[in-house]
């Protein structure tokens, strides 16, 4: 059997995975929704190259009409667009209860958080998505997963993995003690394709990671494998609370800077896995999600410690380049 899905996000650090997944998976017949500005990039034209079809819509300008036009005809949709885009989707959402739509994928793929949570700028607009499904009783399938890999390691001394790094993780929360779900980002493709075939995940939450770990366990695991000591930063509970409330008034008083737009979702990223311990499969039951290790027993998921060897070997990849690279042409 072929599935027709539409894929919004396909060029992006989450959507390519995705695209991946479907790819790799082979039961899918794709299209990839991109915004007119972005037809001409190399990642969309790479898309043409892979047999996926380019729609090109504009959820800012068009009308709910003119968009469930384009996805008339694909079963399944769905999102993996920017953090920062994630109110798009509500006409998404209007255009794909219109065009009768069999399954939509909103854009989740965040850590486990509840709603209402510490989480309030990322996880308050994918819920604010999550009620307009619900409003038209469109059939839907939300993914969380665990927090990437790739930006779950700390630098090294000798500068061996700086590479591959985005960011700074080597502030050690607490005890480092908080147990967290992480998953190599390759594998969110892999599993997407199995949860959007799968009868039983629909109108459901599903979280899918690989491990859980705590940053005493990843500081083990990294040093063992490098046989250096990682240079450790400290930060108590409360001073990463206090940075959140810090970050939240910076943007309210600079509401269109993007950078501190990042600085509260990474905040409150910090707030919810370390101090609230959001982001644990405990959790994610106890809110409702269906286990993607319970659903596929069969699924081996790549390690933390078989992506630390790749990271090591100078395999690894820095993320969002191919955005970086273009926006500096
Ligand atoms: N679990 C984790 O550790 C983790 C880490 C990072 C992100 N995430 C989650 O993953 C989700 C996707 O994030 P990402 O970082 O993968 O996305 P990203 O790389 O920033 O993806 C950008 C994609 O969004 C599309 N897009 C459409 N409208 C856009 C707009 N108005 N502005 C910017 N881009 C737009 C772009 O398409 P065009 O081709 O049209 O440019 C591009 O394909 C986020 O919701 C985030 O919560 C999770």
């Keep these: ?4 899905v539409l894929l919004h996000g396909a060029t992006g650090e989450t959507g390519r995975e995705i695209l991946d997944g ?15 500005q972005s ?25 709910v009409d003119e968009i469930a036009a384009l996805l008339d005809g ?37 850590t486990i958080s509840p709603p209402g949570g510490v989480m309030s700028l990322l996880r308050g607009d994918k819920e604010q998505v999550h009620e307009r499904i619900w409003y038209h009783h469109l059939p839907y399938t939300i993914i969380d997963t665990g927090y990437w890999y790739q930006i779950s390691f700390p ?35 892999r599993l997407t394709a ?10 459901k939450r599903v979280f899918l990671h690989a491990e859980v770990l705590t940053q005493d366990d990843i500081w083990a695991i990294i040093q063992g494998k490098s046989g250096e000591k990682v240079e450790t930063k400290h930060a108590s509970h409360d001073e990463l609370v206090a940075k959140m409330h810090a970050a939240r008034a910076n943007l ?7 950078m501190a737009r990042v600085a509260v979702w990474t905040a409150e990223y910090d707030v919810s896995k370390y101090v609230q311990r959001d982001n644990t499969p405990e959790n994610a039951r106890y809110l409702g999600y269906l286990d993607t290790k319970e659903l596929y027993p069969d699924f081996r998921p790549i390690t933390f410690t078989a992506f630390i060897d ?14 970086f690279e273009f926006l500096h042409k």
Aim: with cysteine.
């Design 1 to 4: 059997m072929t599935y027709n």
């Design 22 to 36: 479907l790819i790799e998976d082979g039961s899918f017949t794709i299209a990839a929704l991109v915004r007119p």
């Design 39 to 63: 037809v001409e990039k190399p990642a969309t034209k790479a898309l043409e190259k892979r047999s996926v079809k380019i729609l090109v819509g504009d959820l800012a300008n068009q009308t």
């Design 74 to 110: 694909y079963e399944t949709v769905i999102s993996a667009v920017a953090a920062g885009a994630q109110l798009d989707q509500l006409k998404l959402v209007d255009a794909a209860a219109k065009a009768g739509t069999k399954r939509f994928v909103p854009c989740g793929f965040t």
């Design 155 to 189: 630098r090294l001394p000798s500068g061996k993995v700086d590479y591959a790094m985005l960011g700074d993780h080597n502030t050690f929360v607490g005890n480092g003690d908080a147990p967290n779900l992480l998953i190599d980002k390759r594998d969110i493709g």
């Design 194 to 203: 199995r949860i959007i075939k799968d009868t039983r995940t629909l109108n």
């Design 252 to 258: 309210e008083a600079n509401p269109s800077d993007t």
């Design 310 to 323: 790749e990271l090591l070997a100078d395999k690894a990849r820095k993320l969002y380049q191919d955005q």
